[in-house]
């Protein structure tokens, strides 16, 4: 479980590679981060490229369950505050004490990953947003200081809107790439390969140099 603030704990799985180069923590919003499959599969081409890596939840297990689970996952002040929360645990615990944190949010993760950025500067260096709701960071967008990458399927129209609006909103060093075809869920290996290369090499500018991590192979903050 990942201690996320005084009382709360949430679900996480944390990985890291020998020599890793800094962790993301990887977050989709409400719908629980450790079912996707989709960001599983991120987390593992990151791990590949010398990144570590926590695939969290946002929301405990009761608050998944409960009514007011809609109203809390557009939250994302709430869960910024979780995701920031997650990244000074990481600063400070184990394998990954002392490394360089980036976010990478999907959907109202992007938002809350964006918040976090915006409201604790001093615990992430580098943010991506993988066909998410930036737009939800709202009046705070500029604000955020993180080099932040947005990543939007050309099919999206939608999504392209969203975050040419939050594009423009943005103040810090920042970069709008767009996957030709990909829709909202970037469904095709092919489209998540090219999202995990373009926000691997992302982080991996930004996150700083390699060191050797304190421990081989994979550590488990929760069961999935």
Not at 119 to 142: H, I
Not at 183 to 195: A, C, G, I, K, P
Not at 219 to 224: L, T
Request: charged letters at 25%; proline letters at 5%; hydrophobic letters at 45%.
């Amino acid at each position: 479980m990942v201690p996320v603030d005084d009382a709360v704990l949430v679900r996480g799985r944390l990985a890291v590679p020998s020599g890793a180069r800094g962790v993301v923590v990887l977050a989709r919003g409400s719908d629980s981060s450790l079912q996707s499959p989709r960001l599983a599969q991120t987390a593992r081409l990151f791990q590949a490229m010398g990144l570590g890596t926590l695939l969290m939840d946002l929301l405990t297990r009761e608050e998944m369950e409960e009514r007011r689970t809609r109203q809390l996952r557009f939250n994302v002040g709430l869960l910024g505050m979780r995701m920031a929360g997650a990244a000074r645990w990481l600063r400070r615990e184990g394998p990954t004490a002392g490394l360089n944190v980036g976010y990478f949010g999907a959907h109202t993760g992007a938002g809350a990953a964006l918040s976090a950025a915006a409201f604790r500067p001093d615990q992430v260096e580098a943010v991506v947003s993988r066909g998410g709701r930036p737009d939800l960071a709202g009046a705070v967008l500029p604000k955020v200081q993180a080099p932040t990458l947005l990543l939007v399927g050309g099919a999206d129209t939608l999504g392209l809107d969203i975050n040419r609006r939050a594009y423009e909103a943005l103040r810090a060093d920042k970069r709008m790439d767009i996957i030709p075809g990909a829709t909202h869920h970037f469904q095709e290996d092919s489209e998540l390969e090219q999202v995990a290369e373009l926000a691997g090499e992302w982080f991996l500018q930004h996150l700083g140099d390699p060191r050797e991590a304190l421990e081989d192979g994979a550590e488990e903050a929760a069961p999935p």
